[in-house]
C-alpha cells in the first residue's frame, strides 16, 4: 500500500519562502504523476501544482510563477517550493498520486503566512 507523508510546513512572514516535501513508500514512484492542493479553512481542497512522469509541470493561475513543483525519483519524493508567500496561501497543503484510482492522498502539513 502506498504512503505519502508531506512536510515542512510552518509558520511564515509575508513575503517569505517555504519548501514541501512529500516522501511516498510502497510503490514505484517513478510512474507516478503528482499533485499538490491545499484546502483554507472553510474552504474546498483546491489545485496547486503537478508534475507528470516526464517532469512536465502545471500551476494553478494562483501560484504560477511564486511556486516550484518538482521531483527527485531517487528519493521517491515530490517537493513544492513557495516564494513571495501571501495571507492567502494559508492552507493545509496536501500531497496525491494523481494517476492512481481512487487517487491516493497524504495527511497534510499546515502553512500559515502571517506576520
Known amino acids: 500500500q502506498v504512503q505519502l507523508v508531506e512536510s515542512g510546513g510552518g509558520l511564515v512572514q509575508p513575503g517569505g519562502s517555504l519548501r514541501l516535501s512529500c516522501a511516498t513508500s510502497?510503490?514505484?514512484?517513478?510512474?507516478?504523476?503528482m499533485g499538490w492542493y491545499r484546502q483554507a479553512e472553510g474552504k474546498q481542497r483546491e489545485f496547486v501544482a503537478f508534475i507528470t512522469v516526464r517532469g512536465s509541470t502545471n500551476y494553478a493561475d494562483s501560484v504560477k510563477g511564486r511556486f516550484t513543483i518538482s521531483r527527485d525519483n531517487a528519493k521517491n519524493t515530490v517537493y513544492l517550493q513557495m516564494n513571495s508567500l501571501t495571507p492567502e496561501d494559508t492552507a493545509v497543503y496536501y500531497c496525491?498520486?494523481?494517476?492512481?484510482?481512487?487517487?491516493?492522498w497524504g495527511q497534510g502539513t499546515q502553512v500559515t503566512v502571517s506576520s
Open positions: 510502497g510503490g514505484i514512484f517513478s510512474t507516478y504523476v
Open positions: 496525491q498520486i494523481s494517476n492512481k484510482s481512487p487517487p491516493s
